[in-house]
């Protein structure tokens, strides 16, 4: 039998060859970047909480109780990561053509307004068209809310990383008026900032004992028509 050297090295080996092709590569020195991100950014954590005062491992320990302590928190979580995914698809995007978009989260949340706008006041026309049209408004409002840092690139060489950055005050200001006092979507008499309930033909059905609607096919939908988009169409080719 080998000894413990002998063994350390039967082991290591493959790992040394493989860590050796992927840096020889583009590709390669990317995904050991990626994959260096989550230790890294767990030990920064780490030590925050310890300077805070806190135990890291507890810390840690109660994250992942409340993340994926049972089936419940664990489909909530995942929907929590949806707008997420959409904002780094959004990224992603502008990344291949050479700009930067940090004003995802006002864009998700101008979306959600004309989603929620649509639902409440919009047209009915039933079945799963009211789904699709606040799918597509909402995107669309998204889009034009984005159009506002993208004309100023455009025309006055505004910093997309300032601009993008700042229209997310913009859209949280509006998410916080919104819905409070005498905002065009608060309800009257409410003692917190709310709207009234979207009816259910303008939402996702929710599966039975979970926090997860049918939306989460949104994310393997839209990563599709992302990597068509950048991978496979001639304008991403060409960005």
């Not at 489909?75 to 940090?102: E, K, Q």
């Amino acid at each position: 039998m080998p000894g413990a050297r002998g063994l350390g090295t039967v082991v290591t080996a493959p790992l040394k060859r493989l860590a050796a092709r992927l840096v020889a590569t583009p590709r390669g020195t990317r995904v050991i970047a990626i994959a260096a991100c989550i230790p890294l950014t767990v030990l920064t954590a780490g030590v925050m909480f310890q300077i805070a005062g806190i135990s890291p491992t507890a810390a840690y320990a109660q994250i992942v109780r409340s993340s994926f302590g049972n089936w419940y928190a664990t489909t909530n979580s995942l929907m929590d990561a949806v707008p997420m995914f959409l904002v780094a698809v959004g990224v992603a995007v502008a990344l291949r053509a050479g700009l930067w978009n940090i004003g995802g989260d006002g864009q998700i949340y101008v979306g959600a307004i004309a989603g929620t706008f649509l639902g409440l006041d919009g047209p009915h026309v039933g079945l799963a068209w009211d789904l699709v049209i606040g799918i597509f408004g909402s995107a669309a409002a998204g889009a034009l809310f984005a159009l506002i840092p993208a004309v100023l690139k455009a025309w006055a060489n505004a910093s997309e990383v300032v601009t993008t950055l700042m229209m997310v005050y913009v859209g949280s200001y509006l998410v916080s008026y919104l819905p409070t006092g005498t905002g065009p979507l608060a309800v009257r008499g409410s003692t917190f900032p709310a709207s009234n309930v979207v009816p259910s033909d303008w939402r996702f059905p929710v599966w039975g004992g979970s926090a997860l609607d049918a939306g989460i096919v949104v994310v393997p939908v839209v990563a599709f028509l992302a990597y068509v988009l950048m991978r496979r169409s001639t304008f991403g080719l060409q960005s």
